[in-house]
């Protein structure tokens, strides 16, 4: 398949459509994300001249193609779904192929480090773990260097860094550093980053839970394991943070869709497409090729100004999804087992604005 690179999005002038903070509103009713939806779906639909100068309408009819245009009400699983009262999609072991690998490739961690002390509180997670099979590869701006490297210094893993600035937040950074983790014959890759969402009140909640699902002491070791019994796991994710893109659209929509042109993906491929809200999780070198293979440089990704979403960094972080649709690979989440491979989709994620 052949990928034409990305030209810079700097070329298109945006239209100016009118803004609303609707974050202020929202917070006067605890809905959740799903109801928020469906009555944002009834005023589009019945007042679109009203709204369509509006930039959140924009958005939602950029972001249709990610809904599922099959009625529910025709089919016997909407009512299935109504009376268990789950959204657990357990993937029956006999459909997986599953096969020991007699050895397992060392493990990259790739940190983009931006708070050293959050960078301290992983490295002693990785420790705890008793896991050593693995290399780190750490990102991290210069002014923060040197703290970086004496307290990797003082670990007990090899360690490789690299000087990035925080441009395209973790999301450029991971993509520049994949090309030398292939290189050192790397399979398994697991992306994390000093998480600061400074806007979010639950920044610290989040950051833990993260963390713990995925390099938790015991947790690390399992998750690997995963990958080396199961060679259809693409992307493994940590429970609760794995959601829809036709909730979490953002002002993403239109990046997504880009993104999807250049690998040939086509738009009905794209209905109910999920990705790792957090943008911290397991994934095999097939799964991440794709992304790689865009070409994106730093003149694609906007200068730093704090934004809270519509960057390309934030249209990535929901787009490492498409690289299982063209590996065929498949996504779960960190409640799996070897002996069940599950993917809950969390409709409500309680840490996202």
Known sequence: ????????????????????????????????????????????????????????????????????????????????????NT?????????????????????????????????????????????????????????????????????????KIFISENHGRDILPFINVLPKIFEDGHQLVLKLHTKGSNHLNKKELWKNDLFEKLIGKDNLVKNVQLFNQNNLLGILGPVGHIVPMYLYYGANALNVKMLSDKLGIESSQLQNLNFVAGSMFFATKKTLLPILGLGLTADQFEPEFNQLDGTMAHAVERAFGLGLLISGLILADTTSTTKNISCKITKDHSFTI
């Open 1 to 84: 398949m052949k990928i034409i690179p990305i030209k810079s999005s700097k070329q298109e002038v945006p239209k100016a459509f009118i803004k609303h903070d609707f974050q202020k509103i929202w917070k006067y009713f605890p809905v959740k994300r799903s109801l928020k939806e469906k009555a944002k779906n009834v005023l589009f639909w019945l007042f679109p001249l009203f709204f369509r100068r509006w930039e959140i309408y924009q958005n939602w009819q950029n972001a249709q193609i990610f809904r599922n245009k099959d009625s529910y009400f025709r089919k016997i699983i909407f009512w299935k779904r109504k009376f268990s």
């Open 87 to 159: 959204n657990k999609n357990n993937i029956p072991v006999a459909s997986v192929k599953t096969e020991t690998q007699k050895s397992s490739s060392t493990l990259a961690i790739v940190i983009h480090a931006f708070y050293p002390e959050i960078f301290s509180e992983i490295l002693e997670m990785l420790e705890l773990s008793k896991f050593r099979n693995l290399s780190l590869y750490v990102t991290t701006p210069l002014k923060s260097s040197a703290a970086i490297e004496q307290l990797l210094k003082k670990s007990s893993f090899k360690f």
